[in-house]
């Protein structure tokens, strides 16, 4: 956690004469309200092309919905209205009337006739299992009877002849004692009665099966293709004979006379896990895409391969496009968002800007940019934005469970990251970025450790990891264990250290849940502090408050101002499962609560909580700018990053103030009007009496935190001269530290008479 100064700072005041165009002051975007940051994408199953209309594009996403865009990828616009879920493995659409479309989902079909626009459940008769889902994993449209839709599925697969209105199941052949889970289907372009079918058997094994009558009966294909497990399916459109066969282990098979015998396919197609397969009409051009390992281009027909795309597979494609309007145009969706190709697969770039459907699980801000955030994403690799969430770029570490992220207080350029690789494509453990995320080395000391968490301090990096506790005093060129209090060989599950005092850290152990540890001398030594009632999911040292700490365990909140010495009990909101703890940087009492249900605060130290917004989304990482306390992002579990402007809401004493002077009066002066903002600091605000003019006096009380900048719009229009009114809009800012006091006249001009006002503040609202 960076280390941040407490400052005062100086607060202006923006006094605007009267102007009768002149209205209240705008608020600015986001201001107390949760903005889209339209990223990072998520798990991208399902990339759909419009063949009529260039451009139009829709994306099936694992937690977020369709998303569709008309501009070529340009940018996307969530489409999911209707839409009763937001896992969407399939979609297809009618060739014949391409705003029709049908989304293959874990409830079911779905089908939209208006571009996506809305959707309606299209599921009679596809089988259900014991819970309730109906996993559509693929679907395959009759491009010469569009009204004819397969659906493979978890329970087999089952076809509509009247648009989805009805299903009737077509698994004759296909069972073999169970049913079968079908994942991919393709079909004949010429004859659209011939099928193919890939079917697995409770995940051990899997046949390529192929129906001649529409789906009535099918046939197993085994001649040179026995138990393979059939990861996608290809037919040539220019040679319907020639059929293409992706697996899970075997790399790709190929068979040229419709699917009666098959050979391994090709030289130096060193990927055996093929996540999809294309076909191009280009004679003798085969796309293949690795689950792990690049990306494949055959020009004879998969004889022979070349390896394209350098680097792509880190990003663990799962499905492949070929654009309808540009032979030389291919899309790629996996757990790295979306990626386009205009050179048939030689170069590859991010297209999939706009597409917020990820898994949010860390969230580390750089301490000196405000704009500047890191993101890990679940099963994603880890994502960067420096213009606030306006855009997102994936970092070149490749897809893998993000485990932990920290960006060091003293060298912002340094980036630590804790990476598990499921497809075994890289070694587990921390990576370092020393150049702001452009290159990562692996730390050779953590090579194949799991790490749990991590902690920055000024000086010094804690990582938790499942052989213990690691500590660099010297930017991880070396790594020093505890001497005592921690063993070095059990699973260190939470770390965290304040920022204003690297030597205090704390700890918990995964087999010792309840226990947290803490350390007063750089972690050479530990011991247990406190005993939880229930396994402790979170500590958060306060920046703001040396030796303040807050715990949260099971469904309450215990703080401790002594480092652990004594410690206060509070409940956190019902109902809610607590997901991630942040204290403000600079006001010790605030704290931010992500949940199961939305982000909560606390302006009393975890007394009482408020619902400040996200409801129904899954909080999972919070993170407070050091270089703009006011600054707030989330990231949640499935809707990506949202920003938050925290402006302070102001209570005023007295609720009401107000005078008004006529050249020659007599002043009522001085009296005070105290502000203060929700981080608990107070500005005095005072008017005084002077024979050369009103003026109207702010300035931070001493311990002022968070600085407030005050605007005043002043409407004259078709009011009397005795009474104007305006707004006062307050925004957070950081603005220096200089305490210089700011005064400003306050004069009003309506012909021969001069008049001078003090605001009368009540709810926002002055009267003038």
Excluded: C
Aim: hydrophobic content about 35%; proline content about 7%.
């Amino acid at each position: 956690m960076a280390a941040s100064k407490i400052a005062s700072l100086l607060v202006g005041i923006l006094l605007l004469l009267p102007d009768p165009a002149a209205g209240s002051a705008p608020a600015h975007a986001g201001d107390n309200q949760w903005t889209t940051t339209s990223g990072p994408p998520g798990l991208i199953y399902a990339v759909a092309l419009d063949p009529v209309t260039p451009g139009i594009i829709y994306t099936g996403t694992s937690t977020a919905g369709v998303f569709k865009s008309t501009d070529g990828g340009l940018s996307w616009a969530s489409k999911s209205r209707g839409l009763d879920t937001r896992a969407v493995f399939s979609l297809v659409l009618d060739p014949t009337r391409p705003d029709t479309l049908y989304a293959g989902t874990n409830l079911g079909v779905y089908r939209s006739d208006d571009g996506a626009s809305t959707w309606v459940r299209a599921s009679s008769g596809i089988l259900a299992d014991p819970f309730g889902s109906s996993y559509i994993y693929t679907l395959a449209i009759d491009p010469l009877h569009p009204a004819t839709v397969y659906a493979g599925s978890l329970l087999g697969i089952f076809k509509s002849q009247d648009g989805g209105q009805t299903w009737q199941e077509k698994n004759n052949g296909l069972r073999i004692g169970v049913r079968p889970s079908v994942e991919t289907l393709a079909l004949d372009p010429q004859n659209t009665n011939i099928l193919y079918a890939g079917a697995g058997y409770s995940g051990l094994s899997g046949t390529l099966f192929k129906s001649r009558d529409g789906g009535e009966s099918w046939a197993p294909l085994t001649v040179g293709l026995s138990n393979a497990m059939i990861s996608s399916i290809a037919v040539s459109p220019v040679d319907t004979r020639a059929v293409y066969a992706g697996t899970r282990g075997q790399g790709v098979f190929a068979s040229a006379d419709g699917g009666r015998t098959w050979q391994r396919s090709g030289q130096y197609l060193l990927e055996t896990n093929i996540a999809a397969l294309g076909i191009s009409m280009i004679p003798g051009t085969v796309y293949a895409a690795g689950m792990r390992r690049g990306f494949y281009r055959s020009s004879d027909g998969g004889r022979t391969w070349e390896e394209t795309g350098e680097g792509i597979g880190d990003r663990s494609p799962s499905t492949l496009a070929l654009d309808p309007n540009s032979s030389n145009r291919l899309w790629l969706g996996g757990a790295g968002g979306l990626y386009r190709s205009d050179d048939r697969g030689a170069h590859w770039s991010e297209s999939g800007q706009g597409i917020a459907g990820a898994k949010v699980v860390a969230l580390a801000p750089k301490p000196s940019e405000a704009n500047t955030v890191y993101a890990g994403v679940w099963t994603g690799g880890v994502y960067k934005t420096s213009d606030g969430g306006i855009s997102w770029q994936a970092v070149p570490l490749g897809v893998g469970l993000v485990t932990g992220l920290a960006v060091d207080p003293l060298d912002p350029n340094l980036v630590y990251a804790g990476m598990v690789y499921l497809t075994g494509i890289k070694d587990n453990g921390l990576y370092l970025s020393r150049d702001g995320g452009r290159t990562w080395q692996l730390a050779p000391l953590l090579k194949n450790l799991t790490v749990s968490a991590i902690a920055t301090a000024p000086g010094k990096v804690y990582v938790g990891t499942d052989a213990g506790l690691y500590i660099s005093d010297d930017s991880v060129a070396t790594w020093k264990q505890p001497a005592s209090g921690l063993p070095t060989n059990t699973q260190v599950a939470i770390v965290a250290t304040h920022s204003n005092d690297p030597m205090r850290a704390y700890a918990t152990l995964d087999i010792a849940a309840r226990d947290v540890y803490a350390s007063t001398d750089g972690g050479q030594t530990w011991a247990m502090v406190q005993r939880f009632q229930e396994p402790v999911s979170f500590i958060a040292p306060s920046p703001a408050s040396p030796g303040m700490v807050y715990v949260v365990s099971g469904l309450t909140i215990e703080r401790s101002s002594d480092g652990g010495g004594t410690w206060q009990l509070y409940s956190l909101p019902t109902g809610e499962a607590p997901m991630y703890l942040v204290p403000h940087p600079v006001t010790p009492n605030t704290l931010y609560l992500g949940t199961s249900n939305g982000v909560f605060r606390s302006l009393d130290g975890g007394k009482t909580w408020n619902l400040i917004g996200l409801q129904e989304e899954e909080v999972a990482a919070l993170s407070i700018s050091p270089a703009d306390p006011s600054q707030i992002f989330a990231g949640t579990l499935g809707s990506g990053v949202w920003s938050f402007k925290a402006v302070p809401a102001l209570k005023v004493e007295p609720e009401r103030l107000a005078f008004l002077a006529e050249p020659g009066g007599t002043m009522p002066g001085p009296t005070n009007l105290y502000l203060s903002d929700e981080s608990g600091g107070s500005y005095g605000w005072s008017s005084q009496s002077s024979s050369s003019g009103n003026w109207l006096s702010l300035s931070p009380s001493a311990g002022v935190s968070l600085p407030v900048t005050v605007s005043v719009s002043v409407n004259t229009s078709g009011l009397s001269p005795a009474l104007y009114t305006g707004t006062v809009t307050f925004t957070s800012t950081l603005t220096g530290t200089t305490t210089n006091r700011w005064q400003e006249p306050v004069s009003l001009y309506l012909g021969q008479l001069i008049r001078r006002f003090l605001p009368q503040i009540a709810q926002g609202q002055a009267s003038w």
